[in-house]
């Protein structure tokens, strides 16, 4: 479809015997949040990794607005428009709120190679960092350093970080995990609202967010999608009835 | 506790006051002390640079140290027996110019850092480490080997290299300039560390994989700090050389390269002082523990125990209250 940001076709990866994930094809649409589910095991966060470049795929393609990215490096699809975070947060524990966000306007910007200006005196490179953070609401602990946030804003600072990258769709790996009650409601209400800037591929085990936020939801099982609609479609699939027995669909 | 601001101009004011009153008391031999710390500071900071910053524990910038002694030894050795360099067809002459051989030694170190860096920054951890531990056993025993210079003896240079302006051969002027350098290197390092090149580095240090999700190339920011580090390094090689007239093998040794990490890891990893302060505590100890005993290095030991148990930011660790960046 002509409004599709991002696209897998074929994607496929093995281990060994084992293949984590095998023909998966997905689209995530413009203004969308396309959520990925799946018991443990079934290959989500290889898909992941396959999609941002992190992981090679024995097979398949990744299109990034209708352009074949499944050749470039992670890096070369980050500037190609791929902003991402991790279900385990990999931020700079030992710097401030402040200097992880401007990390990702320096990514942003192409300015890695500046060597003689001080960051601190960079007055784009700071205000897009401190409108990431305001956005995520974060501007207040700008000057904290990383390892003494909370889970939680971590989490925050996880997507305030792929925020300054204005990207054409955002890949994000259970960004609600490890998030309180309250957390979990925020963090849905901001995706929510994020959703109209870039279309997102939300990979999420909370079901009540996935369910609030997603409008697609394709349903990834021994590395295969066995299941693909809205949301009333997957509550009623009896395919994902069985695959996730005992849990709460 | 003491704000690292303080402790860093105290330090360059130590580095001010001991030269100054050893002049007054016609200490000399204090004043040459000085200028070896000063010079090992400078070398340490160009390490301080990839392993402080960018967490590559380099256990063979020997390497660097011995090709800017090398640089400085070979032309300064054509140059006093008028003897032409042969390259090839190319015939080239010696210099005893102290900024040709300067420049010579940093453009050598920073190649050799880039082939060394292109094919080791392919490993991480203890890889990382062996296989620059191997450059430099490589690079000293083609040093040994090595007999148009003087193979294991080393090779002697007669008079000090020049430098415009400066009478080199009078050891307060020759300090001077090894402390502008040492300046001129602390700058360098102190404007990477604050720039958007330094924050990159920083956090490939940290967390790689986030680097590459912002659109960031971590091997190539850490094989650019890795080019700057041997240079720097190099034109200490350069200097160290010319305050001994004396190059040898030895330059190269693995135990140079471990007594670099030592420096740094004494003052405090990624400290801009930290160098500094590793270098002085050095050669202070080389100094009086070596007049007691030829063992001293036992003492040095149970220090470098001691910090890295208890202090895990070296001196300035300790003097500040803040613990250093881990590596």
């Not at chain 1, 300054?164 to 925020?186: H, I, N, R, W």
């Not at chain 2, 032309?75 to 010579?104: C, D, E, N, R």
């Not at chain 2, 502008?180 to 920083?202: E, M």
Request: charged share 15%.
């Amino acid at each position: 479809m002509s409004d599709t940001i991002l696209a897998t076709r074929n994607l496929q990866k093995s281990f060994g015997a084992l293949k984590a994930t095998d023909n998966v094809s997905i689209d995530l649409r413009a203004g969308e949040i396309h959520a990925i589910i799946g018991p443990n095991g079934a290959g989500k966060s290889t898909l992941i990794g396959q999609i941002s470049g992190g992981l090679k795929s024995d097979a398949g393609q990744v299109h990034l607005m209708g352009r074949d990215v499944t050749a470039l490096a992670t890096e070369a699809r980050a500037k190609a428009g791929l902003g991402r975070t991790f279900q385990i947060s990999a931020l700079a524990m030992e710097d401030t709120v402040l200097e992880n966000v401007l990390l990702g306007a320096i990514g942003a910007t192409g300015g890695g190679w500046r060597f003689l200006r001080g960051v601190s005196g960079d007055r784009d490179l700071n205000a897009r960092a401190m409108e990431a953070l305001a956005r995520v609401g974060l501007a207040a602990a700008k000057d904290t350093r990383c390892a003494d946030l909370s889970h939680g804003q971590r989490r925050q600072l996880e997507v305030a970080v792929a925020l300054t990258l204005q990207p054409k769709a955002f890949v994000m790996d259970e960004p609600m995990a490890g998030l309180g009650a309250e957390g979990s409601k925020a963090m849905t209400g901001f995706l929510d609202g994020l959703r109209s800037e870039a279309p997102i591929l939300l990979v999420e085990h909370d079901m009540d967010a996935v369910f609030a936020l997603a409008d697609r939801i394709s349903v990834l099982v021994y590395g295969r999608i066995i299941a693909s609609g809205n949301v009333d479609e997957i509550r009623a699939s009896a395919e994902v009835r069985e695959a996730y027995l005992g849990e709460s669909v | 506790m003491i704000g690292e601001r303080h402790v860093n101009l105290a330090v360059l004011a130590g580095l001010v006051i001991v030269p100054l009153w050893a002049l007054w008391a016609d200490e000399i031999f204090t004043i040459t002390l000085t200028t070896r710390a000063v010079i090992l500071a400078l070398a340490a900071v160009g390490l301080n640079i990839a392993l402080g910053i960018g967490g590559m524990v380099s256990f063979g910038h020997a390497v660097f140290f011995g090709l800017g002694g090398y640089a400085m030894g070979i032309l300064a050795f054509h140059a006093q027996s008028y003897t032409p360099l042969q390259f090839g067809p190319l015939s080239l002459a010696g210099t005893k110019s102290m900024q040709v051989i300067w420049l010579v030694a940093m453009v050598t170190s920073a190649l050799a850092a880039w082939v060394i860096g292109l094919l080791s920054l392919r490993t991480t951890g203890v890889y990382f480490i062996m296989i620059t531990l191997a450059f430099g056993q490589m690079f000293f025993y083609f040093a040994i080997s090595w007999g148009s210079y003087g193979g294991e003896d080393g090779l002697s240079i007669y008079v000090r290299n020049g430098f415009p302006g400066l009478n080199t051969l009078v050891p307060i002027q020759f300090f001077w300039l090894c402390l502008v350098a040492l300046c001129v290197a602390l700058v360098v390092q102190w404007r990477l560390r604050t720039s958007p090149f330094g924050l990159t580095l920083n956090a490939v240090r940290q967390t790689p994989q986030r680097v590459e999700t912002v659109g960031l190339n971590p091997r190539k920011h850490k094989l650019v700090a890795f080019v700057i580090s041997g240079a720097i390094t190099g034109l200490a090689g350069a200097l160290f050389a010319d305050l001994n007239r004396f190059v040898s093998p030895t330059m190269f040794s693995w135990q140079l390269s471990g007594e670099l990490i030592i420096l740094i890891i004494i003052g405090g990893v990624g400290r801009l002082m930290g160098p500094v302060i590793g270098a002085a505590i050095f050669v202070a100890l080389e100094h009086w523990l070596g007049g007691l005993t030829d063992f001293w290095h036992i003492w040095l030991g149970v220090i470098l125990i001691c910090i890295v148990l208890f202090g895990r930011g070296g001196v300035i660790g300790l003097l500040t209250g803040k613990e250093g960046p881990h590596v």
